[in-house]
């Protein structure tokens, strides 16, 4: 069994396979990972200066934080969801594509943990307004609670719509089927099928209404998270 790289090596490592893609790709990001998640190391060289090696290991990454437009944090992120090397295998190594299946929900977190923050930051020179608050925080909770229940309703019953949908297609392609294959049951099918493309519509419009509605719930959601988190 190969003995475990110190960190120090691995910042060798790092520096050896700069700019290098493919496969090296994983092991660069994995290692950058580990280097910075090591808090002994990084006091004992570094005299606790986290800025200092991070701005180091990002050297490693001029191909990837430059041309990707993404940061080290990116990276780190990306691999932290996808920690199993044949993910990446799978992908091909395809770190701009996996990127643009990552970075649009990473964005939005950064943008919320930005936020909080800043309201954080704000809010602690409201403190004694805060504690008055506190009953109404507890109500903006209970709506959460609330409004997560409403949420897992609402996508209950748009996978059954969904179920129903598929259902009726299915059945409008066997009378599709039937009519091409017995004519003289042709007026019985077509309007057995015209009835079928009436009710699909319906439901279309019923799931497109409960979508709409599934987005507003969770703007609520989001917005009372933001809220009780801002007040909290």
């Given at each position: 069994m190969a003995k475990e790289k110190?960190?120090?090596?691995?910042?060798?490592?790092l520096d050896h396979l700069a700019g290098k893609a493919g496969?090296?790709?994983?092991?660069?990001?994995?290692?950058?990972?580990?280097?910075l998640e090591d808090r002994d190391y990084i006091a004992s060289e570094y005299d606790g200066n986290y800025g200092a090696l991070y701005d180091k290991v990002a050297g490693y990454f001029p191909d990837l934080c430059g041309v990707l437009g993404t940061t080290l944090d990116g990276l780190r992120s990306l691999y932290r969801e996808y920690p199993d090397e044949q993910q990446w295998a799978g992908e091909q190594y395809n770190i701009a594509h996996m990127l643009a299946k990552h970075n649009e929900e990473a964005r939005s977190i950064d943008s919320s943990r930005?936020?909080?923050?800043?309201?954080?930051?704000?809010?602690?020179?409201?403190?004694?307004?805060?504690?008055?608050?506190?009953?109404f925080v507890t109500k903006l909770r209970g709506k959460l609670v609330q409004a997560k229940s409403d949420l897992q309703v609402e996508q209950e019953s748009v996978a059954a719509k969904s179920k129903t949908i598929e259902s009726?297609?299915?059945q409008k392609d066997n009378a599709t089927k039937k009519a091409e294959s017995f004519e003289e049951a042709n007026d019985r099918l077509t309007g057995e099928n015209k009835s079928l493309r009436t009710d699909n519509t319906r439901l279309q419009q019923e799931l497109n209404q409960v979508v709409v509605e599934r987005d507003r719930l969770q703007l609520i959601?989001?917005?009372?998270?933001e809220a009780v988190g801002a007040s909290g």
């Open positions: 110190t960190t120090a090596q691995k910042v060798t490592r496969h090296n790709i994983f092991e660069r990001i994995k290692l950058a990972s580990e280097v930005r936020t909080l923050l800043k309201k954080s930051s704000h809010n602690g020179r409201k403190h004694h307004q805060r504690r008055a608050e506190l009953p009726l297609s299915a959601v989001l917005g009372i998270t």
